[in-house]
């Protein structure tokens, strides 16, 4: 993990979270529920949460994990959370195509399926830097799955 | 027992979800919650078989009922998903359980693959297995989602 570039990481988990609030956007225009400045706004806020909010969930799981052994260093932790998202990337560019080409809309069907898609290597990644306290893992990657459904529905309703 | 409990949990309070938006009342969400505790069963007891097939030497060499724990112990991992669908549902207003369970399913089922792998299972049998059992339940639910629909309209 150590090798893998913190752009690359966090371009993944930008980029995913971009589209996905990006699909959602079009979603919005296209029932005449937002402006082309709302689509920019709320894909730029995709890509602040999926930047700078995976890394604070990130470091909140290094700090919450370490009183449990945890000895991975922050930037495995950072790293491998950002990369946790490549399922979700993988559902939001499918589901920008299909939204595009098809006329669908994705936001719901593609991009958060692809956000709970990840949750599973999220989970993955808990488990590691728990010790496989599994109980553990599952309360922390609940509420940070929570926070992530919280936040894109507040953005959406603003 | 308390991983099956579990399992029965959380997929009856994902069925009784989905009832809510088969028909009205509480008929279709408590048959679809008693459907989702009947999936939830047909999900480890697959998930077990599977594993059990396709580990034989962790079987000779630990026995079968690692395996079996394996399969009870990825129910743990159907909870965020169903809390995350009652949230979605009950607080966000979505219609949108069908993603969580499928989710749901496949995430658990992939645990137990990885757990039969750390003790000693092939990698490619396992993810096929664990896949398998995942894919099989999740379209029996969408089978069962679209019967019951069908048949309360009738």
């Not at chain 2, 658990?108 to 092939?122: M, V």
Request: net charge positive; charged share 5%.
């Amino acid at each position: 993990m150590e090798q893998v570039s913190w752009l690359w990481a966090f371009g993944i988990s930008g980029a995913a979270f971009a589209l996905f609030f990006l699909q959602s956007a079009l979603d919005l225009v296209r029932a005449g529920k937002a402006t082309q400045l709302q689509l920019a706004l709320l894909t730029s806020s995709g890509l602040l949460w999926g930047t700078l909010g995976v890394a604070m969930l990130g470091l909140l799981a290094w700090i919450l994990a370490r009183p449990f052994g945890c000895r991975y260093p922050l930037g495995w932790t950072l790293r491998t959370f950002a990369l946790s998202y490549s399922p979700a990337l993988v559902y939001s560019t499918l589901g920008l195509l299909a939204n595009l080409v098809l006329g669908w809309n994705t936001a719901l069907a593609f991009g958060a399926t692809g956000v709970l898609w990840s949750l599973g290597a999220t989970l993955a990644t808990l488990r590691e830097m728990l010790g496989e306290r599994l109980l553990l893992s599952v309360i922390m990657a609940t509420a940070f799955g929570a926070l992530t459904l919280l936040v894109w529905a507040k953005l959406l309703s603003l | 027992m308390v991983y099956r409990a579990v399992a029965g949990l959380c997929l009856a309070a994902l069925g009784g979800v989905t009832g809510r938006h088969v028909g009205t009342g509480w008929l279709p969400i408590a048959a679809f919650a008693g459907a989702g505790a009947v999936v939830a069963l047909l999900f480890l007891t697959l998930l077990g078989g599977l594993l059990f097939i396709a580990n034989g030497a962790v079987r000779k060499k630990l026995g079968g009922g690692v395996l079996g724990s394996a399969a009870a112990k990825s129910s743990l991992l159907l909870v965020p998903f169903t809390l995350l669908a009652l949230l979605a549902e009950l607080y966000l207003g979505w219609n949108a359980v069908q993603p969580f369970l499928t989710a749901a399913l496949m995430t658990a089922a992939g645990y137990a693959g990885s757990e039969a792998i750390r003790l000693g299972g092939g990698r490619l049998t396992n993810a096929l297995a664990t896949a398998l059992a995942g894919f099989v339940l999740a379209g029996l639910w969408l089978a069962l989602i679209a019967l019951g629909g069908a048949a309360w309209r009738w």
